[in-house]
Nanobody, 123 residues
Framework: QLQASGGGLVQAGESLRLSCSAS????????MAWFRQAPGKEREFVAV???????YYADSLKGRFTISRDKAKNTMYLQMNSLKPEDTAVYYC???????????????????WGQGTQVTVSS
């Protein structure tokens, strides 16, 4: 029901925009988020967008990444600027129709997941 796209191979300092399209159900009244998982590491929280439009980011990514949503298109985006080699990971989109505030950074708080899109940043 979630389809992530937009990943690719870029050089350090360049930008990418990821998309996450939802089908089968609307998440316009729910919470949508991005996570990422680098090789050999645990999946980590990137950013979340509430239905109100409020957003929240992992501290280390503030200022470089921007999450946004187009409710009419049932699509979420992640604009990634000034990419670094350490941003290399598989990026996943996730959604929840209802999540406890304290769990928004926890992957098991989300019931819907996309398949992931690979982002590789070369130095």
């Amino acid at each position: 029901q979630l389809q992530a796209s937009g990943g690719g191979l870029v050089q350090a300092g360049e930008s990418l925009r990821l998309s996450c399209s939802a089908s089968g159900r609307s998440f316009s009244n729910g919470v949508m988020a991005w996570f990422r998982q680098a090789p050999g590491k645990e999946r980590e929280f990137v950013a979340v967008s509430w239905r109100s439009g409020a957003t929240y980011y992992a501290d280390s990514l503030k200022g470089r990444f921007t999450i946004s949503r187009d409710k009419a298109k049932n699509t979420m985006y992640l604009q990634m600027n000034s990419l670094k080699p350490e941003d290399t990971a598989v990026y996943y989109c996730a959604a929840s129709t209802s999540i406890i505030l304290s769990r928004v950074r926890e992957s098991d708080g989300y019931g819907y997941w996309g398949q992931g899109t690979q982002v590789t940043v070369s130095s």
